[in-house]
Nanobody
Framework: QVTLMESGGGSVQPGGSLKLTCRIS???????MAWFRHSPGKEREGVAS????????????YYATSVKGRFTISQDNAKHTNILRLDSLKPEDTGMYYC???????????????????WGQGTQVTVDS
């Protein structure tokens, strides 16, 4: 069983930054971590993913076009922590942000939520002047 807990959300002005943290109970069986967001009136959207397994491409990162160059995902396995750094925030980045963990290795659509096995409770990000 894996438990995830997000923190670090808040309210910022456009152009501001936030650091979201996902604390992971155990990383032993996880191959992928990802962050999704859910904004009012929109479907859940994958924004960043990272391969944390020991195979080829370990720590490769993937970003949605809408956040590439502004968001950075990283993993610290020793601290059982995944970080999503949000820079140059825009009002359209507003939403509830969730971290997610996938147990299986292999190729798949990293931004398809149905491929992830465990989810946190979410942390709210609001970007408003």
């Amino acid at each position: 069983q894996v438990t995830l807990m997000e923190s670090g959300g808040g309210s910022v002005q456009p152009g501001g930054s936030l650091k979201l943290t996902c604390r992971i109970s155990t990383t032993d069986t996880i191959h992928f971590m990802a962050w999704f967001r859910h904004s009012p009136g929109k479907e859940r959207e994958g924004v960043a993913s990272i391969y944390i397994g020991s195979g080829y491409g370990s720590f490769n990162t993937y970003y949605a076009t809408s956040v590439k160059g502004r968001f950075t995902i990283s993993q610290d396995n020793a601290k059982h922590t995944n970080i999503l750094r949000l820079d140059s925030l825009k009002p359209e980045d507003t939403g509830m942000y969730y971290c997610a963990a996938r147990l299986l290795d292999g190729m798949f659509n990293v931004f398809a939520p149905e491929h992830y096995d465990y989810w946190g409770q979410g942390t709210q990000v609001t970007v408003d002047s």
